[in-house]
């Protein structure tokens, strides 16, 4: 007797164990399935020298993407691509410009040095640009928000113009995310303003460089502009650029403004109100490009997990990360792998973060409701163009895509209190994160500081600003066992000595309980995106929202 209530017992225990794990939350056998050791040998294995640092169209492109493929049969998962194959092709075109500019004042031309006033290239693989004649207009910040009832442009026909803007979101004004006039906010970002120029028909987009708004100094601006620039290959007009797009040092634009008779203080704060009107500057742009292209082949690497539920499994939870990295400086001194820029965190961690994920779904005894999709893009370094093409050339329809939990880089340093996420506040995709992070004993905090524009920096933009719902973890930075500036110091010498440079390398002092506290944060919340009635939804007046 006694035996056999030892083992109903036993036999109950089991059972209530079993009934304890609500609908939304994965098995624990999956959740363990995420283990530090896999995790660490992806991670070894795409940061090393052979892989040459992860460049598109490079030798290196080649052994990453049979890598991810490899590995994604291994684990049992299907092709993602709908032609049934685990890539999607991106057409990239590799430009090099080489411009001339100049301004005319009342017959007078100016002309300026190209690197030191100012820089232009062309987004359009086209052999020479030439636009000469194009009337100056200062259009303030060229914010067009019509939910922030906010217009810079108030009507005015810019066809064929050069519109003259400020970097950064009016200072003060209610409802913009980057607070006091910063580039953090989605309105204050360059890639908006260009955008929003080609979207009016402009010619030409000159930017006003300030390193009080800018969120980098001018040296950055010209190391990043004038030297080969990769975009979407096209014959039509890029929607991201007008035809000409650059940047002023901030001197040579107050010499301009001064040469056309106005005061570029006075118009600054002009354009901090709402009633803010453009003003024509009373002057032209002289600019000649001559331009040396090649195209890149480079592809997305996509697999998936088809949901089990014949209603929900035509939509999809869409998991991402970034393949690439920057390749091999032959300039830089010394032995060759110290010329290659291996990318460890930046993001073969995400990418290997990516593969134990669906590691962890192929564990569940029953596949999620929706499908999941996952995605290793490429070009994230060159502008997010691997995302952005997906974006626009969806495998999956963008109406049928619940969220994306997009993974760039991992905690490497240890546990920590609290999490902290990208865009907190923009989405209802945050209650769900937080009940996870409260389930884990940890709180959810935003990330910050805003002037660093994190959310609108990642390939998670690319498909926010088509209206997907996106969850991005930051930094967190309140460590378990440390002290309180431990975290802080830690993510500043991170950015100072290693970010992009050739020291992003696998060390032996990470501690990975972190890593698998996140990775399993983001695979039990994208279990419950994908096993929920309804997917996250955009919040009232949010830039994204549709």
């Given amino acids: 007797m006694k035996l056999l209530l030892s083992a109903a017992l036993v036999a109950s225990c089991i059972s209530s164990s079993l009934a304890a794990t609500p609908a939304d939350q994965p098995s624990p056998a999956a959740r363990r399935a995420i283990d530090s050791a896999s995790w ?30 490899q590995q994604f049969k291994q684990l049992g998962l299907a092709p993602g691509n709908p032609d049934g194959s685990y890539v999607q092709a991106v057409p990239v075109a590799a430009i090099s410009s080489y411009p001339t500019l100049s301004y005319t004042v009342g017959g007078k031309p100016t002309q300026l040095k190209f690197g030191d006033d100012y820089v232009a290239w062309s987004a359009r693989p086209q052999k020479e640009v030439d636009l000469h004649g194009s009337e100056l207009v200062f259009v303030g910040y060229g914010v067009q928000a019509p939910a922030l009832l906010w217009d810079d442009y108030k009507g005015i026909d810019v066809k064929g113009k050069t519109l003259v803007m400020l970097i950064g979101e009016p200072p003060g004004a209610k409802g913009f995310g ?69 940047w002023l040092h901030h001197d040579r634009a107050r010499a301009l403004v ?33 331009n040396a292209w090649r195209t890149v082949a480079t592809s997305n690497v996509v697999a998936r997990i088809e949901g089990s539920d014949p209603q929900l499994k035509h939509e999809v939870v869409l998991y991402s990360a970034h393949w690439d990295h920057f390749g091999i400086d032959e300039t830089l001194p010394g032995p060759r792998p110290q010329q290659i820029f291996h990318g460890a965190l930046d993001n073969a961690a995400g990418v290997a973060a990516l593969l134990e994920i669906a590691k962890a779904y192929q564990a569940l005894p029953v596949a999620p409701k929706r499908t999941i999709v996952f995605l290793a893009t490429t070009a994230e370094e060159r502008g997010q163009l691997g995302a952005r093409h997906y974006a626009r050339q969806p495998l999956y329809p963008l109406k049928n895509t619940v969220v994306n939990l997009n993974i760039h880089g991992i905690n490497v340093w240890g546990r920590t209190r609290s999490v902290q996420l990208r865009g907190m506040g923009k989405s ?89 506290q996140d990775m399993n944060l983001l695979f039990e919340a994208g279990y419950r995106f994908a096993q929920g009635k309804d997917g996250p939804v955009w919040r009232e007046k949010v830039e994204f929202r549709r």
Wanted: net charge negative; hydrophobic share 35%.
């Fill in 428 to 516: 209802s995709a945050d209650d769900v994160v937080a009940a996870v992070a409260r389930r884990q004993g940890r709180a959810l905090r935003p990330e910050g500081p805003l002037e660093f524009g994190n959310m609108y920096r990642g390939d998670q933009f690319e498909f926010a600003r088509v209206g997907v719902p996106v969850v991005t973890l930051g930094d967190s930075l309140d460590y378990v066992g440390r002290p309180p500036a431990w975290g802080q110091e830690k993510q500043m010498r991170y950015h100072a000595q290693v970010y992009h440079t050739v020291h992003d390398v696998v060390d032996p002092k990470w501690d990975l309980r972190g890593a698998v």
């Fill in 178 to 246: 980057g607070g006091a006039s910063q580039a953090g906010g989605y309105y204050g970002r360059w890639a908006y303003k260009f955008e929003m120029a080609a979207r009016l028909g402009a010619a030409g987009a000159l930017l006003i460089h300030d390193p009080k708004t800018a969120g980098a100094s001018y040296e950055v601006v010209r190391n990043t502009w004038t030297n080969e620039n990769f975009f979407l290959d096209s014959q039509a007009p890029n929607p991201d650029f007008p035809l000409v797009p650059g």
């Fill in 258 to 290: 001064t040469a056309a008779g106005f005061d570029l203080d006075k118009l600054t704060r002009q354009a901090g109100k709402r009633d803010f009107h453009p003003v024509p500057l009373g002057a032209t742009l002289n600019f000649t490009e001559v």
């Fill in 40 to 69: 660490l040998a992806h991670v070894t294995t795409l940061s090393s020298d052979q892989f040459e640092g992860r460049a598109p169209g490079t030798p290196g492109e080649k052994l990453t993407t049979d890598y991810l493929q």
